[in-house]
């Protein structure tokens, strides 16, 4: 399991290996003190809607800067975390500081969209996380409709009854369940059918291949007729050309997210964006459905 073991059998890549390794186990050291060194941060990168560019939602997405080794990107320091109990921490560090930036934004004088977070799966297994989730609202007074849980299937794939009491739990207080990455693993329909989900975010994978490939069409196709029997929104992910925005609204998806409109920004900017103090991309390149 560990990158020890591989080490003594596979010996040309022994010196990347202990590289890999001392700056793994480096990373795990220094994450911990993380927080309280005020060393992570979050973006926020809008959602949109296909036709108008209007902001319909944002995704807030953890950064870490490390002292040495600068930005860490998630993928790098979230497995770590999510090896021992620090995902908790992380995890409602993420929520609390979503939370408050909203309300910042909210007494700029911003008209308010729901936020998203990222859940890690194993969250779902520790109990009180609902209240946890709860108490963030009441602190913040942050309506309940107003924050999303982003959950990938890895969560649901554990069938532990905790995770859908949890689900059901948090979907009676009004928070919405959007499935993550979908059509990335599995994509059991069996999931959506099984447990309280809102949204379904279709993975960037079909944004890089839509213009080209006609699978990826009918994949994304086949998702948007089953989010409707559903009664599900559905947002595609990683939008990054005009052809694929292009391919998406032809297919009817009503919404979009990715580097086109906007990469994922500071809090400052955000907050600009939302007081439209500054010409949203979408809009400050005529992307008006007619001109498309
Ligand atoms: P995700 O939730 O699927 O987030 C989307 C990722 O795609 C983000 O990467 C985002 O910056 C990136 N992205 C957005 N638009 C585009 C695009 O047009 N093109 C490309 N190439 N990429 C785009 P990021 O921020 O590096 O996050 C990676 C993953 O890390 C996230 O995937 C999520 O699974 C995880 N993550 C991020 N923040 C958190 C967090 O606060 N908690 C937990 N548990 N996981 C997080
Ligand atoms: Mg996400
Ligand atoms: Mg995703
Ligand atoms: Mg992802």
Same mark, same amino acid.
């Given at each position: ?5 591989n ?6 890549y022994?010196?990347n290996?202990?590289?890999d ?11 911990h003190?993380a927080i309280?060194?005020?060393?992570l ?6 959602k ?5 560019? +209007?902001?319909i939602?944002l995704?807030?997405l ?14 790098? /320091? ?9 995902h ?19 007494r700029a004088?911003?008209?308010?969209v729901?936020?998203?977070?990222n ?9 009180? /996380? ?9 602190t913040? +007074?942050?309506?309940a ?5 982003e ?9 532990d ?6 689900l ?18 599995y ?13 379904? +975010?279709?993975?960037r994978? /079909?944004a890089t291949h839509?213009?080209?490939d006609r +699978? ?13 029997? /559903? ?10 050309t ?9 297919l009817?998806?009503?919404?979009i997210?990715g580097y086109?409109?906007s990469?994922p ?8 964006f939302?007081?439209r103090?500054v010409?949203?991309?979408i809009?400050?390149?005529s992307?008006?459905?007619d001109t498309?």
């Open positions: 399991r560990s990158r020890r073991e080490h003594s059998t596979v010996h040309h022994a010196s290996l202990d590289i390794y001392y700056r793994r186990y480096r990373l795990e050291q220094d994450l003190y309280e060194r005020d060393q941060f979050l973006e926020y990168q809008p949109v809607d296909s036709w108008t560019g +209007k902001i939602g995704e807030a953890i950064r870490w800067q490390h002292p040495e080794w600068g930005r860490i990107p998630p993928n790098d /320091f979230i497995p770590l975390a999510e090896e021992s109990a620090l908790i921490a992380i995890g409602d560090w993420v929520v609390e500081t979503a939370c408050q930036a909203m309300i910042n934004w909210s004088g911003a008209e308010l729901p936020i998203s977070v859940v890690s799966p194993k969250r779902f297994l520790i109990p009180g /996380f609902e209240h946890q989730i709860e108490q963030a609202l009441t913040y +007074k942050l309506s409709d107003l924050l999303e849980l959950i990938t299937e890895a969560a649901l794939i554990m069938d009854p905790n995770i859908s009491r949890t059901e739990h948090l979907s009676q207080l009004g928070v919405r369940i959007a499935l993550d990455d979908f059509g990335k693993g994509s059991s329909m069996v999931y959506l059918q099984r447990y309280p989900i809102n949204v379904i +975010k279709i993975d994978q /079909f839509i213009v080209e +699978k990826a069409q009918a994949i994304v196709k086949s998702i948007l007729y089953m989010a409707t029997e /559903f009664n599900l929104a559905v947002i595609a992910e990683g939008i990054e005009l052809q694929q925005l292009e391919m998406f609204r032809s009817n998806c009503p919404n997210q086109l409109f990469r920004v500071s809090a400052e900017v955000m907050e600009s939302l007081l103090e010409l949203y991309p809009e400050a390149c992307l008006a459905p498309v």
